[in-house]
C-alpha cells in the first residue's frame, strides 16, 4: 500500500471549512484514497473515499489532484465535536481490506 | 442496524495470563478485520477473515495470538501467555464482500497486561 503524509496538528474555528491535507505521491492505478478519523479513544470512523473523481457526502468532500498524488479532506462547517484524529489511507480496492494507518492529523476545533 | 460490537471493552489481566476478546461483525459481513494500536504506536493491522478464512494474518505478531470465526459469524482473538507488550487497544472492523472496502470499526478492547 502507498505511503501517506499528513501535517501532525491543526487548529480550525469552530462553523468555518476544516482543509486537510494528505500527500500520496506513490499511489497506483488502482489504489483509492479512504479517510477515516478516531473521536478520543473511540473505533476509527469511515468518513469517505474516492479513486480520481471528487466526493462529497454528507460528512465531508474529498478532493483528488489530477495525477492523484495528494488529496484534501474538507469538512465544510467544522463543529467542536470534529475534533479528531483524522488518518489519510491509501489502498487497493480488493477484499485485501488491509488498513495502514499513519500517524493522522490532530485536527482541534476552536470556539 | 447494530454496528461491530466487542467485548470486553476493558481487560486487565496479569502476565502470563490467558485472555480472549470477542468481535461480534455488522450482520451479513463477510470480512471481519482485526487491528490493534500499543501505546504510542499506530494502528496496525493483524489479521483478515472472509467468513471463517483467514484470509491474510501478515500482522500477527507471534504464535501467542490465535484468532478464529467459526462459522463465519464472531470472531475471537485468543492471546496465551500474555506478555506486558501487549498491552494496546485491539480493534476490530467488519466490510461487506463487495463493497469498495468500507470498513465498519467496534469501539475496541482496552487490554492491560500488569
Known amino acids: 500500500d502507498a505511503k501517506t503524509t499528513q501535517p501532525t496538528s491543526m487548529d480550525c474555528a469552530e462553523g468555518r471549512a476544516a482543509n486537510l491535507p494528505c500527500n500520496h505521491s506513490?499511489?497506483?492505478?488502482?489504489?483509492?484514497v479512504y479517510w477515516y478519523r478516531q473521536i478520543h479513544s473511540q473505533g476509527p470512523q469511515y468518513i469517505i473515499h474516492?479513486?480520481?473523481n471528487n466526493e462529497t457526502n454528507e460528512m465531508a468532500s474529498l478532493i483528488i489532484t489530477e495525477d492523484r498524488k495528494s488529496s484534501t479532506l474538507i469538512l465544510p462547517h467544522a463543529t467542536l465535536r470534529d475534533t479528531a484524529v483524522y488518518y489519510c489511507?491509501?489502498?487497493?480496492?480488493?477484499?485485501?481490506?488491509?488498513?495502514?494507518f499513519g500517524d493522522g492529523t490532530t485536527l482541534t476545533v476552536k470556539p | 442496524e447494530a454496528g461491530v460490537t466487542q467485548f470486553p471493552s476493558h481487560s486487565v489481566i496479569e502476565k502470563g495470563q490467558t485472555v480472549t476478546l470477542r468481535c461480534d461483525p455488522i450482520?451479513?459481513?463477510?470480512?471481519l478485520y482485526w487491528y490493534r494500536r500499543v501505546m504510542g504506536k499506530e494502528i496496525k493491522f493483524l489479521l483478515h477473515?472472509?467468513?471463517?478464512?483467514?484470509?491474510?494474518e501478515s500482522g500477527m505478531p507471534n504464535n501467542r495470538f490465535l484468532a478464529e470465526r467459526t462459522g463465519g459469524t464472531y470472531s475471537t482473538l485468543k492471546v496465551q501467555p500474555a506478555e506486558l507488550e501487549d498491552s494496546g487497544v485491539y480493534f476490530c472492523?467488519?466490510?461487506?464482500?463487495?463493497?469498495?472496502?468500507?470498513?465498519?470499526f467496534g469501539p475496541g478492547t482496552r487490554l492491560t497486561v500488569t
Open positions: 450482520s451479513g459481513h463477510d470480512n
Open positions: 477473515f472472509v467468513k471463517e478464512s483467514k484470509q491474510d
Open positions: 472492523a467488519s466490510s461487506q464482500l463487495d463493497t469498495t472496502g468500507e470498513q465498519y
Open positions: 489511507i491509501v489502498r487497493g480496492n480488493t477484499n485485501a481490506g488491509k488498513s495502514t
Open positions: 506513490t499511489i497506483s492505478g488502482n489504489e483509492y
Open positions: 474516492g479513486l480520481k
